[in-house]
């Protein structure tokens, strides 16, 4: 069984910054990707951002230059710096996780339960 502990989110002002932080535990041998996604309320839940094992990085075109995900592999961690926060980045943000559990079996998505983000005046 694998664990996603996600922490970081809360109430923001517009411009302001917020760090989000995911753990991963338990039965996983491997990580390959790790990624945030989010979903704001009636709409469908969407990449933020992806960073592999070598450390190659992908955004969504709404979050480039104001959003940085990084990853610390020896504590199975990925974060995601937020700065220069809008209204429309309220959402849940979800942690997810691509890995295999053994040495040689396939590759599993794990999700985190999600962190609810708002930024408002």
């Known amino acids: 069984q694998v664990q996603l502990v996600e922490s970081g989110g809360g109430l923001v002002q517009p411009g302001g910054s917020l760090r989000l932080s995911c753990a991963a535990s338990g039965k996983i041998f491997s990580i390959s990707a790790m990624g945030w996604y989010r979903q704001a309320p009636g709409k469908q839940r969407e990449l933020v951002a992806v960073?592999?094992?070598?450390?190659?990085?992908n955004y969504a075109d709404s979050v480039k230059g104001r959003l940085t995900i990084s990853r610390d592999n020896a504590k199975n961690t990925v974060y995601l710096q937020m700065n220069n926060l809008k209204p429309e980045d309220t959402a849940v943000y979800y942690c997810?996780?691509?890995?295999?559990?053994?040495?040689?079996?396939?590759?599993?998505?794990?999700w985190g339960q999600g962190t609810q983000v708002t930024v408002s005046s």
């Open positions: 960073i592999t094992g070598g450390g190659s990085t």
């Open positions: 997810n996780v691509v890995g295999a559990p053994n040495y040689g079996s396939p590759s599993y998505n794990y």
